[in-house]
């Protein structure tokens, strides 16, 4: 049974040429058994004559060029109507008539240039065969009459409109499944371009923000020291992913490594904090496993919004709640008057640790951050509705800058 199965997966990686020569050679082994000779196809109605070393040869110049029908598909039409030809003149009738409507098919789906022009030749070379038919048969008596011959032409010329019927298919699917290549390619660069995105953003916003409060801290060596360290500590987060999304590049790689393990989002929220963001977290339910794209999906809501809230409202409270449901999860960041520079950002140097991280993320916004970019948003919105989700980020009624994402637990890979 298991050679049997394997049979078809071993035909079609045999050579075109071998598997179209065995189609001639059925043909040619049909032709030659008696109870198929003088009963093939017959045009201009010609007495029948038995077969002789002609015949043999007749059959064998109808069958075997259909070896190199896709191939070559004219030097194939030409060779079989010469066979057929001499068959129809001779009077054999042989079974290898067939032959010609499928070097016709054979033209039609597989020709590429001067189709045309070959259409042209193919018609003006039947038109003598046609005369010289009619004529032997008129001499004979037993002729057949012209609208004969038209019948049989235009069922030869329905073979080849088949053939570039199933040649139009061939193409259309091709460049449909070309489409659909460069929109798988279009997809994964951009896949590629939010996971860089979520990655670099986040990692090297923290470490703008924590260099800049560096600057003021000069005069209290131990937290000089602890900000420097959360550089350094940030940076090494940041290399680390940026490998692990590397690693996805890789073609032998196999698995999937992109959704963050239990735990991340502790150590996102710390982060955070260490870059002088003050943040409340509050995780409820456990995560389901395995979570799919929607654990993806909700660190990178999670991540892009604390990335905000250290851009554009840095040392203003800021909550995230995180909540595992059987279906879903949940999340909802709030930033205290988020987009408006923190309060302590006003006061002098002197201030303490608020001061210089407020004037760390003055800094950042005056070196270039873009205020309400939205790119990373836009992206997440895109990320939530893949998975059938809700998502919506915006000011509430009390100033703070809202950002919440419910997301479907079973959704389809991002």
């Known amino acids: 049974m298991i050679g049997l199965r394997r049979l078809p997966d ?21 032709s030659y058994l008696p109870a198929f000779q003088t009963h093939g196809t017959q045009l201009g109605n010609l007495p029948a ?78 038109v003598p065969l046609a005369v010289a038919l009619h004529q032997i048969g008129a001499r004979l008596g037993t002729g057949e009459p012209v609208v004969e011959f038209v019948t049989f032409y235009l069922a030869l010329a329905l073979a080849w409109a088949v053939g570039a019927w199933l040649r139009s298919t061939r193409i259309a699917e091709a460049e449909r499944r070309r489409r659909v290549a460069e929109d798988t390619r279009a997809a994964e660069r951009t896949r590629i371009a939010r996971e860089l995105h979520d990655v670099v953003t986040h990692h090297v916003t923290a470490m703008v923000v924590q260099a800049e409060a560096a600057r003021y801290l000069t005069a209290a060596p131990d937290r000089l020291d602890q900000a420097l360290t959360a550089v350094s500590d940030t940076g090494r987060r940041a290399v680390t992913d940026l490998r692990r999304l590397l690693d996805l590049l890789q073609p032998d790689h196999g698995t999937d490594e992109r959704t963050p393990t239990v735990g991340r989002f502790v150590t996102l929220v710390e982060q955070t904090r260490r870059a002088g963001q003050p943040v409340e977290f509050t995780e409820e339910g456990a995560p389901a496993e395995p979570s799919g794209s929607a654990g993806l999906v909700a660190y990178r809501v999670v991540q892009e919004a604390l990335t905000n809230a250290l851009k554009y409202a840095h040392g203003s409270r800021t909550s995230v709640r995180v909540r595992h449901g059987e279906r879903e999860i949940t999340v909802e960041v709030s930033t205290d008057g988020a987009g408006r520079r923190a309060p302590d950002t006003e006061t002098g140097a002197g201030a303490g640790a608020g001061t210089g991280a407020g004037a760390g993320a003055g800094a950042a916004a005056r070196n270039g951050f873009p205020v309400g970019s939205g790119r990373g948003l836009a992206g997440l919105r895109e990320r939530v509705d893949v998975l059938d989700g809700d998502f919506s980020a915006g000011r509430s009624a009390g100033g703070d800058f809202v950002v919440r994402a419910r997301i479907p637990a079973a959704g389809s890979p991002s």
Do not use: K, N
């Open 10 to 30: 071993l035909w079609r990686r045999l050579d075109v040429t071998v598997r179209d020569l065995t189609l001639g050679l059925l043909i040619l082994l049909a």
């Open 49 to 126: 004559r038995p077969f002789d070393a002609l015949a043999f040869a007749a059959v064998a110049l109808e069958s075997l060029p259909l070896a190199v029908r896709r191939r070559l598909p004219v030097v194939s039409l030409a060779l079989v109507s010469l066979g057929f030809a001499v068959d129809q003149l001779r009077g054999y009738h042989s079974l290898a008539g067939t032959a010609l409507p499928i070097a016709l098919l054979s033209v039609g789906a597989y020709l590429e240039r001067r189709r045309r022009e070959t259409a042209v030749a193919f018609s003006a070379a039947y």
